[in-house]
T-cell receptor, first 112, second 113 residues
Framework: KQEVTQIPAALSVPEGENLVLNCSFTDSAIYNLQWFRQDPGKGLTSLLLIQSSQREQTSGRLNASLDKSSGRSTLYIAASQPGDSATYLCAVLGGGADGLTFGKGTHLIIQP | NAGVTQTPKFQVLKTGQSMTLQCAQDMNHEYMSWYRQDPGMGLRLIHYSVGAGITDQGEVPNGYNVSRSTTEDFPLRLLSAAPSQTSVYFC????????????FGSGTRLTVV
């Protein structure tokens, strides 16, 4: 059974810092990996989708990498802002029809 | 383009009551699914559907029922609510089985007392 782990569980940094969130998965036979953002009491907003054949995806200040063979992905946030404060979720899609397997998330606080 | 719409946003039920959580998408997505989110557990798949008339169980299906009569709608039914079903429920859809990523609704916060 696929398991997804996110480290750290929580992170608090001053505004302006660059930071890295980590995601690891136990079964490397994935179809793709998706990073989401969740604000308190809200739904999930998709940030980046990386197909299994890709190494990275970029959107603005966000860059996600994927190393399928080692079962790892990182989400890099450049020049962090207080508005980046949220929970970040990593989810992998396997080859079957049974949907996404989620990590438990990293709760990020950017201090003004 | 509304995306994935869930209703209601909040609901309180008494133990033993039944209710239906509604989910609708206007993106012509074939694949729809329901997740629950609990503290410390992450999101877990309840049921999913790969197209109208086709449904299947996910990781935690007990106590829930689904049907898919149209492409747009995928309601989740709680047959006899239990306190263990207190959770936040999310509906998600994708064009195919997630190859182009998933779109999530804003969630339904359910409390069973």
């Amino acid at each position: 059974k696929q398991e997804v782990t996110q480290i750290p569980a929580a992170l608090s940094v001053p505004e302006g810092e660059n930071l890295v969130l980590n995601c690891s998965f136990t079964d490397s036979a994935i179809y793709n990996l998706q990073w989401f953002r969740q604000d308190p009491g809200k739904g999930l907003t998709s940030l980046l989708l990386i197909q299994s054949s890709q190494r990275e995806q970029t959107s603005g200040r966000l860059n996600a990498s994927l190393d399928k063979s080692s079962g790892r992905s990182t989400l890099y946030i450049a020049a962090s802002q207080p508005g980046d404060s949220a929970t970040y979720l990593c989810a992998v899609l396997g080859g079957g029809a049974d949907g996404l397997t989620f990590g438990k998330g990293t709760h990020l606080i950017i201090q003004p | 383009n509304a995306g994935v719409t869930q209703t209601p946003k909040f609901q309180v039920l008494k133990t033993g009551q039944s209710m239906t959580l509604q989910c609708a998408q206007d993106m012509n997505h074939e694949y729809m699914s329901w997740y629950r989110q609990d503290p410390g557990m992450g999101l877990r798949l309840i049921h999913y559907s790969v197209g109208a008339g086709i449904t299947d169980q996910g990781e935690v299906p007990n106590g829930y029922n689904v049907s898919r009569s149209t492409t747009e709608d995928f309601p989740l039914r709680l047959l006899s609510a239990a306190p263990s079903q207190t959770s936040v429920y999310f509906c998600a859809s994708s064009l195919d089985n997630g190859g182009y990523g998933y779109t999530f609704g804003s969630g339904t916060r359910l409390t069973v007392v």
